[in-house]
């Protein structure tokens, strides 16, 4: 049986960081397990890939459970399952949220030490930026972030915002969120910057680091209370590892709640119905999900001007050649290149929805094209959404995909954002920036009353791949981990990811979550300095 110090379990992006920032102590002996492969699939590494990524073998292939308030649709939830997890499959959009978003965790959700001006270290020091520097930006970091070279429609995206009283701001993630602009990416050189590829790929050398792929968890080892280890299959052949000092949970929002409850980690009574024998009762486990419900609306164009040419083999045989020649083109692009944050309610106090601008019409998984194939699309959700869903076990069976809830616009407040949203979109596409290019709307056609809206946002809906607050972080009843990140009422385990978020931040969920893979590897090493 081998032995760690640390045994990381999950393989996304903070337990690449995790596993980076542990194994600069040479002293320090740190195993990092992933359930997914390597990330060989060349679509992870093209940009553009992003639109191949949201079904298909390295996401875990779950939908969720009926969802009461959108005509019971099951809908599909792309988590990714693969070195890197979501970073290696998502949009590569880089934002962290308001500053106040992370002043609300320290000061009124139990939460010290994570303030903004405390996490904000955490933000650069991750970074290594082509475009911005000073106080809000780093340079020379792990994670490359980059401004791309837009689309010309993006460019009239950006220009039909501030005709629509959206003004322009030329970072997301300065000193001011709200505005219109063109994202920063996690892109490197013309490839996608996984935490995979950014933290992880530079430290595998190292002698003290072991990182294994396709690796089923199926429980955490508890002894006295305290987790000593972990048992998985390894293509099917069952192994035990052990912890010295910690187990250090990062398998995401859906996956952390469920491996603590296979691991008798969770509400008691719910487990023992399952046929699992508790070790620690803890209600909050599973509970508190909550994710971003996106709407999308796809517009039709005159001519084919959008990245939808490129759908043809000879286009697509065209830009494959400029981006392996000179690393530009198509295939360098995340397709969502603009976006932005305004507010639905005039006296808000933040930003309280993001829209996303694609070059394209069909990009992602379940969401249509238009017919003549030269359309573009926006989307658009609520950023701090009231709704409180679930992620419970179906079984006791570790192979099992657990029942996943996010319980989407079961508060009046979400939907009432999300029709302003959609309302803004519209008027949006209507500026005359748009007026040369866009033929019609084509989803939805028309909407004219909030009847309609309500209807089209019920029926069409989608995750935005943003799940967190499942394993949440605070110091009430309901909280799973203490601010240190401690499994609370056991020794020797931590949440590490997106899961411990008492609540969502205003923005993509990628930034933060390396946030926290670096904010717990201070936490672990005491701040201690690498030899």
Not at 474 to 495: H, I, K, S, W, Y
Request: with cysteine; aromatic share 8%; charged share 20%.
């Amino acid at each position: 049986m081998k032995t760690y110090d640390y045994v990381i379990v999950g393989g996304g992006s903070a337990g690449c960081v995790l596993a980076a920032r542990l194994s600069e102590l040479p002293d320090i002996r740190v195993l990092l397990l992933e359930a997914g492969p390597a990330d060989r699939d060349p679509y992870i590494h093209m940009p553009v890939g992003f639109s191949k990524m949201t079904g298909g073998p390295l996401t875990w292939g779950y939908t969720t459970a009926p969802q009461k308030h959108c005509y019971d649709r099951e809908i599909v939830y792309a988590q990714g399952r693969v070195i890197g997890g979501s970073s290696s499959i998502n949009a590569q959009v880089y934002t962290r949220g308001a500053p106040e978003d992370y002043d609300r965790w320290a000061k009124d959700e139990g939460c010290p030490g994570w303030s903004f001006d405390e996490v904000k270290p955490l933000f650069v020091r991750a970074e290594d930026n082509d475009t911005f520097a000073g106080d809000w930006h780093g340079v020379g970091g792990p994670l490359g972030v980059s401004q791309l070279n837009p689309h010309p429609l993006t460019r009239r995206f950006v220009q039909a915002c501030q005709q629509a009283g959206i003004p322009y701001n030329p970072d997301f993630n300065g000193p001011k969120q709200a505005g219109s602009g063109v994202y920063q990416t996690t892109i490197r050189g013309g490839k996608r910057c996984s935490a995979a590829v950014g933290y992880l790929n530079p430290a595998r050398s190292r002698p003290n680091l072991d990182v294994m792929t396709d690796c089923r968890i199926t429980r955490i080892l508890v002894e006295h209370g305290r987790a000593v280890g972990v048992r998985f299959l390894h293509f099917n052949n069952e192994t035990v590892v052990r912890a010295e000092r910690e187990v250090l949970v990062t398998a995401g929002a859906i996956g952390s709640p469920k491996l603590l409850m296979l691991s008798g980690i969770g509400p008691a009574d719910e487990l023992k119905a399952l046929g699992i024998d508790p070790v620690h009762d803890l209600p909050g486990v599973g509970r508190n999900l909550h994710d971003h419900y996106g709407t999308d609306v796809i517009y039709e164009l005159h001519e084919q001007v959008s990245f939808d040419r490129y759908k043809k083999w000879h286009w697509m045989m065209w830009a494959g050649l400029e981006y392996k020649l000179f690393g530009k083109g198509p295939v360098a692009s995340n397709i969502v290149e603009g976006g932005a944050f305004w507010f639905a309610e005039q006296d808000a106090p933040l930003p309280d929805m993001q829209f996303h601008f694609l070059v394209g019409a069909g990009v992602e998984a379940g969401v249509a094209a238009v017919p003549s194939g030269a359309g573009v699309t926006m989307n658009n959700y609520c950023l701090r959404p009231r709704s409180r869903g679930s992620v419970t076990l179906r079984s006791s069976d570790p192979a099992a995909a657990p029942v996943i809830d996010p319980n989407y616009l079961d508060d009046p407040y979400d939907l009432k954002v999300s029709i302003e949203g959609l309302k803004k979109m519209r008027e949006i596409m209507a500026q005359p920036a748009f007026a040369k290019v866009v033929k019609r709307g084509h989803h939805p056609e028309d909407i004219r009353t909030d009847a309609e809206a309500e209807e089209f946002l019920r029926r069409s809906g989608r995750t935005s791949y943003h799940p967190v607050g499942t394993c949440k972080m605070g110091q009430d009843a309901m909280a799973v981990v203490d601010p240190q990140l401690r499994v609370r009422g056991l020794d020797g385990l931590r949440v590490c990811d997106s899961s411990i978020m008492p609540s969502m931040v205003g923005s993509n969920t990628n930034a933060p979550t390396i946030m926290i893979g670096e904010k717990a590897s201070d936490l672990i090493r005491g701040n201690r300095k690498a030899a």
